[in-house]
């Protein structure tokens, strides 16, 4: 698991520690504040250092200088590396240290400066490859441009991050034979009732099947899109024990019955593995909280709301085990503004 984040002059985080649940995770802001930034930072480490058939048996300094290199540019798309370093007057670094806890200890860290175009300069790392899968899934959903969407990415100069073609990897990998364990079909079970049928691929495409035959997946409301993502995911094995979610506002899109039930798999699956969740949805976190509450377990979780400044270009963070414990919460302040003007129009109609 993922236990923690150092940040110097990275985008918009100028010294910030995260310190991580091995459960669930959030981080809660408005546009722009970084917390896709935080996730796709965490995914393109992990991808660096994850074990695959390309991946050599020892890591150098050399491989891993550039692979991580490609990796943030991959992700982050800047013209160059250094955009990625937070902008002030004069020549600066941004520093990144992250910790993973195995059966011991693991430290990646990296630095690169304004002015690189495309290399970081490693200070310490594992020489070992890890046997973690992440798992990055972006705020629009992915199966109806699935078809074709490998090669054309592999081919052509096409405006998608390197997440969608590493979801897409993970969507392009078949079902295991015969019928699913216990802890998948407590997770595949409310999310196949919600979408009435389950999802199969065939020669590319992705539909649902049901009593009544199968339904193009682009014929689907996106929403219900992003379910089927989630489930095909949970289907063929891509998150497991030993999977790291991370999810970009997976409220998108969908009604609050449907994010009542995204809510619920969160947490169902924060039991198996480590997840991270970002929004902006009070109903999202509302609906965290209150599936906390009611387990008991709120104290597993970490949430992390991160501030705009108008006079810094840098952003505050604030860290709580549970909602309420936030010292502040834009998101909140915004939503009881809502609920006040609301209230004092429905009084001035009476």
Do not use: C
């Not at 985080?13 to 310190?19: D, G, M, S, V």
């Not at 941004?94 to 910790?99: H, L, R, S």
């Not at 990415?153 to 990897?169: G, H, M, V």
Request: proline fraction near 3%; glycine fraction near 4%.
């Amino acid at each position: 698991m993922l236990t923690e984040l150092k940040l110097k002059n990275f985008t918009r985080f100028q010294n910030h520690t995260f310190r991580f649940s091995p459960k669930l995770n959030v981080f809660i802001g408005e546009n722009g504040t970084g917390k896709s930034h935080l996730m796709k930072l965490l995914h393109a480490n992990l991808r660096a250092l994850n074990k695959n058939k390309n991946t050599p048996s020892t890591f150098s300094k050399a491989y891993l200088e550039t692979t991580i290199a490609n990796r943030l540019k991959g992700v982050f798309m800047p013209d160059s590396l250094g955009r990625l370093a937070m902008r002030m007057r004069g020549h600066a670094r941004a520093e990144v240290e992250m910790t993973i806890r195995k059966s011991s200890k693991i430290n990646l860290s990296y630095n690169f400066s304004t002015k690189s175009a495309s290399a970081v300069t490693i200070v310490e790392a594992p020489q070992e490859s890890l046997s973690l899968q992440s798992v990055f899934i972006p705020t629009r959903e992915m199966l109806s441009i699935y078809p074709g969407f490998t090669s054309a990415y592999d081919s052509l100069q096409i405006p998608f991050d390197e997440t969608w073609r590493d979801l897409a990897d993970l969507l392009g990998r078949p079902l295991t034979k015969g019928s699913h364990a216990e802890s998948t079909r407590v997770l595949l079970e409310p999310l196949e009732q919600v979408m009435n049928g389950h999802v199969i691929s065939e020669f590319g495409r992705f539909y649902l099947k049901n009593n009544t035959g199968k339904l193009e997946a682009h014929l689907l409301a996106e929403g219900l899109r992003k379910i089927a993502t989630l489930a095909h995911l949970i289907a063929n094995k891509s998150l497991t024990k030993h999977s790291i979610l991370f999810w970009d506002e997976p409220e998108a899109n969908l009604n609050p019955k449907l994010i009542k039930l995204v809510a619920q798999t969160i947490i169902s699956l924060s039991k198996n593995m480590q997840v991270f969740v970002s929004t902006h949805s009070m109903f999202l976190l509302r609906e965290l909280y209150i599936i906390a509450q009611q387990e008991h377990s709120k104290n597993e979780y970490n949430y992390f709301s991160m501030a705009a400044q108008a006079d810094r270009s840098d952003v505050d963070v604030y860290t709580s085990h549970s909602l309420d414990g936030l010292e502040v919460l834009t998101t909140l302040e915004y939503q009881a503004d809502q609920d006040n003007a609301l209230l004092e129009l429905f009084s001035n109609g009476i």
